[in-house]
């Protein structure tokens, strides 16, 4: 009997016997080896594995520093972009000016 191995992002999993790999949540690109191999495949080319795995199914969706909400369905607040954030900062920086200038010229006319 086979013993598979399973490469899951960047950990191996294994090994599982065929009807163990019916319990595993693989797709027809997920690395898989066993003995006799040379070098892991893609599960999609196991004869063996075809009655196992889905008929089709779609890529797994990779999100890059995703934080889950915390409850509910709600997505995610959306965070300010680059430009937002540089627009509002320069914002922020102007108006302190003006109101510093006027504080000085303020100050100015009280004193003569």
Known sequence: MKKYYLFVGARQYGP???AELK???IHRDTPVWYEGLNEWVKA????DLQGILPA???PPFVVANYAAPQAGNSLPERKASLLQRRFR???TFFVSLLALGLLILAILLMAS
């Open 16 to 18: 599982f016997s065929r």
């Open 56 to 58: 089709a199914c779609p």
């Open 44 to 47: 999609g080319t196991v004869d």
């Open 89 to 91: 900062n320069r914002l």
């Open 23 to 25: 319990n595993q949540a």
